[in-house]
C-alpha cells in the first residue's frame, strides 16, 4: 500500500504523477516512486525517494525525467523497512516496472522458483516477486502484458492493486484489483489509473470503477475490463471535487479544519434522515424495512475508531432498542468460531470502506446465516457498500487527517439513527422517538457549543505536553469515549495513553496513579456522576494530576483539586458524541505543543488496506 497514480496520455505525465502524490498523502506513508517509459530511449526511467513527496519532486528536479506513459507510488512499509530499495516502482529486467497496493501472502514461495530460475531480487519486499512473475510469464509465452497479468493473478494470494508498465507496449498500463481499490480516470486522448478518484481531481471528474477480480488495459483513447478472460463493461461516474476539501483554509491542519466541520457534516448525515417528529428508515435503502422487520439481535465488526463508535452504539441498542448485541474487532471476527443467533443483523462501519480486516469480515459473514448485512461508511461507490445487502453513507465529505475525527462522530450519528430505527420496533413509544428526533435537530448547535470551549482545552494542554504517559477515565457509555479519547492522543502525540472504566481502577490502574500521571475523566451529569466523583476522588488522595470534562451542572467546584472543561448540559443520548469533541481538541493542541506531524503521524495510514 498506500498510494497508486498512472498516467498514459499524449503529453509529459511527469507533473500528473507527481500532483496525484500530492493529493494522496493524507493516507500516510513513508516512501514515493514513479516510473515512466521514455519516449525517445523507450527505456524505463526510475526515481524512488524515502520520505515525503517533496523528497521525490526536488530529487526529480536535479536529476530531470519525461515520459507519456508512467506509474507513481507511495507506500506505507509492509514488508521490509522503508528504504529507497524498498520504495516502488519495483522493476524487472529494465523491461517492466510494477506498482502495487496490498500484500502478496505467498510471495516467498513464489520468491523461491523466482530466485530458481535466475530472478536477482533487489528488494525485501513482497511486491518484486509479482513484476518479475510478469517477466518471466512475457519471456516465456511471449505473449503481451495484458494477457501476463490475467494469468499470474490465478497464482497471487492476498490482495492487490496492481498496476504496471512495459517498455514494449510504451503505450499502456495494465492494472489488476483484487482486495485492494482501483479506478479508472477517463480523459480525452489521454487516461489515468489511481487507487483513489481523489489523486486525479486535477485531469478528470469522470471515473470508472474496478470490480473485485477486474484486469484492464488502459491506452490513450481506448479502456479494455476484464472479469477473467470475460470483457465487461463498467459504468463511468462523474465526480464533482469539491477544491476546499482537499485544501486547510484558514486552518493550521486538516485535523483541526475537520473537528471545526462536525457540527456541519453531523447536519448533513442527518438530512433527509429525520422529520420533525421521527427516524426515516428509507434513507436505509429499499432492503432494509423487510430487515430490520427481522432484527432481534445485533453483530457489529469495525476497527480502530470505528470499532469504538461501535462500542458507544452497544450501549444505544441495549438502552434503546432493548436489544442484545456484539461488537468484534475485525481482525479477529473471521479467526473465531462465530455462533450467529436467529435474527442476528451484521453490522460493518469503515470511514473509507475499503479497510481490509472489516472487509475481510463482511465477506466471512456472507457464508453466515444473518439477516442482512448493513454497512455504515462514508465513501458510497467503496467495496463495503457495494458488497453489503444495504448501506447508511456518514456524509462527512472527505477526511484528509489520518487520526478519525468527522468521520467518528458521523457514524455515530448514523448509528444512533440505527438504534432508533431498531427501538421502534422494540417498544420505544412514538413520544420517546419525538423527543430523540428533537435533540437530533439540536446536535449541530450543541456541536458548536462545545467548539467554544476549544481556548480553554487549548491552555490545559500545556499540562500534558511533557508527560509520557496519561489515563482516560469514564463510565457506562463514556467508557469507550475514553478509549476514543486515549486513542487519539497516542495517534498524533506519541503520549503512551489507555482508558479504563473509572470503576476499575481500584483493580489495578491505580497503581499507576502519581503526581507524574494525569488523570482525564469525563464526567456528564448522569446517573453514574457520583459514582464516578467517588472514583476521582481516588485519584486525588494518591497524588493524581485530575483533568475533568463535566457538565456545568455536574457539581464541580472551580476551586476544587482538578482542572475544568464545562460544557453545556446535553441530552444523555447525545453525550457520547459532544463529549468526544474536547478530546479531539485536546489530542490536537497536545501535539501541536510536541511538535508531531498532526496530520500525518508516524507509522500510520489513512485507510488500511491490508491485514
Request: aromatic share 6%.
Amino acid at each position: 500500500m498506500c498510494g497508486i497514480v498512472g498516467a498514459v496520455a499524449q503529453r509529459d505525465v511527469i507533473g500528473i504523477l507527481l500532483e496525484g502524490l500530492k493529493r494522496l498523502e493524507y493516507r500516510g506513508y513513508d516512501s514515493a516512486g514513479l516510473a515512466v517509459v521514455d519516449g525517445k530511449t523507450s527505456t524505463l526511467k526510475c526515481v524512488r525517494a524515502v520520505g515525503k513527496v517533496k523528497e521525490l519532486v526536488d530529487k526529480i528536479a536535479g536529476e530531470p525525467v519525461h515520459g507519456k506513459t508512467g506509474i507513481a507510488h507511495t507506500r506505507w512499509a509492509t514488508h521490509g523497512v522503508p528504504s529507497e530499495r524498498n520504495a516502488h516502482p519495483h522493476i524487472s529486467r529494465d523491461e517492466f516496472a510494477l506498482v502495487h497496493n496490498g500484500i502478496i501472502e505467498n510471495h516467498e514461495e513464489l520468491r523461491r522458483e523466482l530466485i530458481e530460475d535466475g530472478y536477482e531480487f533487489l528488494s525485501d519486499t513482497d511486491t518484486e516477486v509479482v513484476v518479475h512473475m510478469l517477466h518471466q510469464e512475457c519471456t516465456k509465452n511471449e505473449i503481451d502484458t495484458l494477457t501476463a497479468v490475467q494469468r499470474i493473478v490465478a497464482r497471487l494470494h492476498g490482495a492487490y492493486g496492481l498496476c504496471v508498465i512495459r517498455t514494449s507496449q510504451p503505450d499502456r498500463v495494465v492494472v489488476a484489483r483484487s482486495g485492494s481499490p482501483l479506478v479508472i480516470g477517463v480523459g480525452i486522448g489521454e487516461n489515468f489509473v489511481a487507487s483513489d478518484p481523489l489523486a486525479l481531481g486535477q485531469v478528470t471528474d469522470r471515473f470508472i470503477y474496478l470490480e473485485e477480480g477486474d484486469v484492464a488495459e488502459v491506452t490513450r483513447d481506448k479502456i479494455r475490463i476484464f472479469s477473467g478472460d470475460t470483457p465487461v463493461e463498467r459504468k463511468t461516474t462523474r465526480i464533482q471535487s469539491e477544491i476546499d476539501e482537499i485544501e486547510k483554509g484558514e486552518y493550521g491542519h486538516f485535523m483541526l479544519k475537520e473537528i471545526y466541520e462536525q457540527a456541519k457534516v453531523v447536519k448533513n448525515t442527518l438530512s433527509g434522515r429525520i422529520s420533525d417528529k421521527h427516524v426515516l428508515e428509507e434513507a436505509f435503502g429499499i432492503k432494509a424495512k423487510a430487515i430490520f422487520d427481522q432484527v432481534t439481535n445485533v453483530q457489529i465488526v469495525a476497527c480502530g475508531t470505528s470499532f469504538h463508535a461501535g462500542l458507544i452504539t452497544k450501549y444505544w441498542l441495549e438502552n434503546i432498542a432493548k436489544m442484545p448485541s456484539q461488537v468484534d474487532i475485525a481482525s479477529d471476527y473471521r479467526y473465531r468460531n462465530i455462533i450467529v443467533r436467529p435474527g442476528t443483523l451484521f453490522v460493518t462501519i469503515s470511514q473509507s470502506g475499503e479497510t481490509a480486516d472489516t472487509l475481510a469480515a463482511l465477506r466471512y459473514a456472507q457464508e453466515a446465516d444473518y439477516v442482512g448485512r448493513l454497512a455504515i461508511c462514508n465513501v458510497a461507490t467503496s467495496s463495503l457498500v457495494r458488497e453489503s445487502d444495504f448501506s447508511l453513507l456518514t456524509m462527512a465529505g472527505r477526511e484528509i487527517g489520518v487520526a478519525s475525527t468527522k468521520a467518528f462522530t458521523t457514524q455515530l450519528t448514523a448509528l444512533l439513527l440505527l438504534a432508533l430505527v431498531l427501538g421502534r420496533r422494540n417498544g420505544m413509544t412514538s413520544q420517546d422517538e419525538e423527543q430523540y428526533v428533537k435533540d437530533l435537530h439540536r446536535l449541530p448547535d450543541l456541536i458548536n457549543k462545545v467548539l467554544k470551549q476549544d481556548k480553554a482545552i487549548q491552555q490545559l494542554s500545556i499540562n500534558l505536553a511533557d508527560k509520557h504517559h496519561a489515563l482516560f477515565l469514564g463510565r457506562g457509555i463514556q467508557y469507550p469515549v475514553a478509549k476514543e479519547g486515549a486513542l487519539k492522543l497516542k495517534e498524533i502525540s506519541y503520549i503512551h495513553a489507555e482508558a479504563y472504566p473509572a470503576g476499575e481502577l481500584k483493580h489495578g490502574p491505580l497503581a499507576l496513579v502519581d503526581d507524574k500521571m494525569p488523570v482525564i475523566a469525563i464526567a456528564p451529569n448522569d446517573e453514574l456522576l457520583g459514582k464516578l466523583k467517588g472514583n476521582l476522588a481516588e485519584v486525588s488522595a494518591r497524588g493524581g494530576k485530575l483533568f475533568v470534562i463535566a457538565d456545568e451542572t455536574a457539581g464541580f467546584d472551580d476551586e476544587g483539586d482538578y482542572q475544568l472543561i464545562r460544557l453545556p448540559p446535553v441530552p444523555d443520548v447525545l453525550s457520547p458524541i459532544l463529549y468526544t469533541i474536547p478530546l479531539q481538541l485536546l489530542s490536537y493542541h497536545v501535539a501541536i505543543l510536541k511538535g508531531t506531524d498532526v496530520d500525518h503521524p508516524r507509522n500510520l495510514a489513512k485507510s488500511v488496506t491490508v491485514e
